[in-house]
């Protein structure tokens, strides 16, 4: 427990009537790789949200970094956060998103070095040289003066995973990262987030229906059922030898 | 009197358009990203008084602006003892400026809401302030998306001047008026006012073209 990056306490999560997160009980451990597999709509969506803040709690606590984050501890109790304290919790983590959500109007250096600029007042020089070694990283080091809609799909994914590590999160969330890309180009965004999850004591998050690439680069991985985690398991456990029928079902409907 | 010697006057009114124009575009521009992102305000006051200001403008007529402006307020303001009265030019750019302004800021705010709401997401996934996200990542991209409909206003606004020689403001239709009242030409004169009209809101669509693909450059490298 003390060595948990992440935690989800009992958590609860409604839209209207609908309850995505039942009681949601969830650790992952500072460093590790977890992959998140799941039926749609079974929330997995949901938890990277809540915890990039892009989306609220309506019970339990998640704590961040010993912390809790969509609370703060005033005077013995615990209330709702305030903007101040997700500000300064949201700089723990970072996120790559289904449709990239790279900003059009930046070309590829300023999409990546806006924010460190912006919001960690890093000198325009200093970000550059940070944005080239991540461009760098991600194989794109000659596209940073081009706008990303005059890249391919598998290249704004890479830079948008690069605009996110400019951040230096210590957590970084994936949702679907290929989800949305052409199958040819998935190679190259897996490729890049393999070696990340390689060389990098990042903790990582990854909603994938990527079984494969789960299997290879996960500590961990969680199968989430209607809100609340089914099974979970190393790899090996939870691909070859699941406990749960459901889980079973649902491997088998999607690797066929 | 021949033709050509009413081109003078018509010219000297014409200035007069056009400065009434440009100065009224730029107040309503002004005014319409102040109020129409205003209205998207999570303060009341603020989303109040946007909204207040753009009914008032949007439901009441230029003209009763114009008279109000210049014929109502400088009593208004006598009664409580403060000089109001307003030069003509003033109450001119005034009532233009506000009455545009308040049509550009549902531009305006129409305009910031259709930028998709991922962008937002993304910009506080970066921890961007509200604000920078607003001035940084969302205007930046609605921009392109006003200017058609700037462009529009922008005519219109033109169009819109000549009620201000009701308030003997010297502009292309006071003088065309002032012409004809002395030659009864009037042929000849509607005639050069309909075609001056035409030509300055061929300049200022033109001109609002340009803006709109300054501001959209980005969508169109490489392509
Ligand atoms: N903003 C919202 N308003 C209402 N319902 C929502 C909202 N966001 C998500 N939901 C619902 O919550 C449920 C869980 O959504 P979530 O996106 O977490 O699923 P998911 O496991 O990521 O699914 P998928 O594999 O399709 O991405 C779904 O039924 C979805 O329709
Ligand atoms: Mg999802």
């Known amino acids: 427990m003390t060595d948990a990056i992440i935690r989800f306490d009992k958590v609860v999560k409604r839209f209207g009537d609908l309850t995505v997160l039942d009681e949601l009980d969830f650790e992952v451990k500072k460093g590790e790789k977890v992959s998140i597999i799941g039926p749609s709509g079974s929330g997995k969506s949901t938890v990277l949200r809540i915890l990039m803040t892009l989306e609220g709690i309506d019970g339990g606590v998640v704590h961040v970094d010993g912390e809790p984050l969509w609370h703060e501890l005033r005077e013995g109790s615990l209330l709702p956060a305030s903007e101040a304290h997700l500000r300064r919790m949201r700089s723990k983590l970072g996120m790559v998103f289904q449709q990239f959500n790279l900003f059009p109007h930046m070309t590829v250096m300023r999409n990546i070095t806006e924010a460190p600029v912006k919001v960690l007042g890093l000198g325009k020089k200093e970000a550059q040289l940070r944005a080239e070694e991540l461009l760098d990283l991600v194989g794109l080091a000659d596209q940073a003066k081009k706008f990303p809609h005059q890249l391919s799909g598998g290249q704004q994914q890479r830079v948008g995973i690069a605009r996110a590590l400019a951040m230096r999160p210590s957590i970084l969330l994936f949702d679907e990262p290929t989800s949305a890309l052409d199958p040819e180009l998935v190679g190259e965004v897996l490729t890049v987030i393999g070696r990340l999850a390689e060389e990098h004591d990042l903790t990582m998050l990854l909603v994938t229906h990527e079984m494969r690439f789960a299997r290879e680069i996960s500590d961990r991985v969680c199968f989430f059922d209607r809100g609340q985690i089914r099974e979970e398991g190393t790899p090996d456990e939870l691909f070859t030898d699941p406990s749960e029928e459901r889980t079973r079902e649902f491997l088998k409907a999607i690797l066929d | ?223």
């Open chain 2, 1 to 223: 009197m021949h033709w050509s010697e009413y081109l003078l006057p018509l010219a000297e009114g014409a200035w007069v358009t056009v400065q009434l124009t440009v100065y009224s575009t730029i107040l309503g521009g002004v005014l319409a990203f102040v109020f129409g992102i205003g209205k998207l305000s999570s303060n009341m006051a603020i989303k109040s008084v946007s909204v207040g200001y753009i009914e008032l403008f949007r439901g009441t007529s230029l003209l009763v602006q114009l008279f109000w402006l210049y014929f109502a307020l400088p009593l208004a303001g006598m009664a409580i003892g403060i000089d109001l009265r307003l030069p003509p030019v003033v109450a001119g750019v005034l009532a233009l400026g506000l009455n545009i302004g308040a049509y550009g800021a549902e531009v305006v705010r129409g305009a910031i809401q259709s930028v998709h709401q991922n962008q937002r997401e993304a910009a506080r996934a970066l921890n961007f302030t509200p604000r920078q996200t607003l001035f940084n990542i969302v205007i930046p991209q609605a921009i392109p998306e006003m200017m058609p409909s700037f462009g529009n206003l922008a005519v219109q606004n033109l169009k819109d001047t000549a009620l201000v020689s009701l308030i003997s403001l010297g502009d292309l239709t006071f003088r065309a008026e002032q012409i004809r009242n002395f030659t009864q030409d009037s042929t000849t004169i509607y005639t050069l006012l309909l075609l001056m009209y035409f030509g300055m809101a061929l300049v200022v669509t033109v001109v609002m073209h340009l803006i709109e693909r300054f501001a959209g450059r980005w969508r169109m490298v490489g392509s």
